[in-house]
């Protein structure tokens, strides 16, 4: 399956490596800024920075804030610390324990719940949620260049599987009734990936064809791609964007080079992810859960230190810092 993450060479644990706070501070730094100190300001970005230490203190609301560096710049006279404009910022989370789970999260050939993050790093289980949304907002991809090539489409449903016999007898529910509202509850995915190469999927509200057409003009270098999809209504027209195959379910799988196996084999793994590492997934986080397995297939060719290299090159650049709900996942009019 080539949409399982590789596991290639020994990665270096931070478990090992980072053994407190400034160990973690000087391994962000060194990441954040390989060729020296820069603002982290984002309307200013002067090399012309000091470092200067300070010592260990108890706030107010009693909080320990151990010694640590901190940076001046010279240029707009403001202070900064090693996580400001990062997506570990303000947070009471030790910088060290924030690494070892981004890490963790990237190693792991499939997805780590929060409830696992709370026992294995002794942290409750709102501080590992929290961590874990902030970690997958930052497996997003921040620059998506268009797909090109043969490209399947397709979409899927997922959650709002029909439950509850007993309430619906006692609501005298049809079975078209408790279909139309299990349907109701599914929240729709719409994806497209090139052959051997990258996915993009997206969440969205409901799949109308206006829906699709725009994600795919967004996100398809049209010049440069051949399109495969199902039958469905919704790509009737798709044919005047770009050149199109339709397989047709009802009678065929795969017609030589015309099927759409690969879209969905990453629905498979997708869906696979969900179930067993989350057992419910709030519609309103799915396009973060989404992300993050978009995330895992289009880095899965590279090894696991590569991979975390990766996320931590789209730790910065967070305008809005609460990773709040997103009705949907799709690109903006
Ligand atoms: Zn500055």
Redesign the pocket.
């Known amino acids: 399956m080539n949409s399982e993450p590789k596991r290639k060479g020994h990665t270096p644990l931070l478990t090992d490596i980072l053994r407190d706070e400034k160990d973690a501070r000087a391994y962000l730094e060194g990441k954040r800024w390989p060729n020296g100190l820069v ?1 982290a ?1 984002g309307d ?3 090399t012309e920075i000091t470092r200067f230490e300070v010592k260990a203190s108890v706030r107010k609301n009693g909080r320990h804030v151990p010694a640590r560096s901190l940076y001046k ?1 010279n ?2 006279k ?1 202070q900064f610390s090693v996580t400001k404009g990062t997506i570990f910022e303000d947070s009471k989370i030790p910088l060290r324990t924030w690494l070892i789970v981004a890490q963790r999260m990237c190693v792991s050939k499939k997805s780590v719940s929060a409830l696992q993050i709370s026992r294995e790093f002794g942290v409750t289980y709102e501080s590992a949620w929290f961590m874990c949304h902030r970690i997958r907002w930052a497996m997003t991809d921040k620059n998506p260049t268009k797909l090109s090539g043969t490209i399947e489409a397709d979409e899927t449903y997922i959650g709002g599987k029909p439950r509850g016999h007993r309430k619906h007898r006692a609501a005298k529910m049809n079975m078209s009734e408790r279909i139309t509202e299990a349907w109701a509850k599914k929240t729709p995915v719409f994806g497209i990936i090139e052959r051997g190469g990258r996915v993009r999927a997206r969440v969205m509200p409901k799949v109308s064809q206006k829906e699709i057409e725009r994600t795919m003009f967004h996100n398809i270098d049209r010049a440069a791609s051949r399109l495969m999809t199902d039958e469905h209504a919704i790509y009737k027209k798709i044919g005047d964007m770009l050149p199109h195959d339709v397989i047709r379910h009802n009678s065929e799988y795969v017609r030589g080079e015309v099927n759409t196996q690969n879209i969905e084999s990453f629905w498979a793994v997708l869906k696979r992810g969900l179930v067993g590492t989350y057992h419910h997934v709030d519609a309103g986080y799915l396009a973060q859960y989404v992300a993050e397995y978009e995330f895992r297939h289009n880095t899965r060719h590279i090894t696991d230190a590569e991979r975390f290299s990766a996320l931590m090159g789209q730790i910065e650049g967070r305008v809005d810092w609460y990773v709040g709900k997103q009705a949907s996942s799709s690109e903006p009019d």
């Open positions: 603002c300001f200013c970005g002067s710049c240029a707009c403001r």
